[in-house]
């Protein structure tokens, strides 16, 4: 195992309310494994799994985050700047603010996220 890093704890099945001027844009679903990295470090590394559910109900293909961290980086500023996904008119900047693990696990049956998409 890596060595535990507890400024990852709040993806460890999080869930993130994402807006734009205060209005809700949708949820992003947040998962952290391990992967094994061939660069330096050589070795297990953390990385974290990313599911995003448009306020439509679209949930886009999961995304993976790994060192030198991007979308990790900006979701602990608070913030995300989307560039992933089909649809170029989901592709900017968001505000995010992570639920408490119980409205997360809530939010995440509501909106049909499972293991499986990450």
Known sequence: MPKPDPSLDPFRGGLAVLSVD????????????????????????????????WADGTKERAVQDY????????????FLDWVDGPTEAHHQRYDIQFLS?????????RLGIVLADF
């Open 67 to 78: 060192p030198p961290w991007a979308y990790v980086t900006e979701m602990k500023a608070g």
């Open 101 to 109: 693990p119980e409205e997360g696990r809530t939010a995440r049956d």
């Open 22 to 53: 205060g209005e809700d844009a949708g949820h992003i679903a947040t998962e952290v494994t391990t992967f094994w990295g061939l660069g330096r470090p050589f070795g297990l590394q953390w990385d974290v799994w990313l599911v995003v559910v």
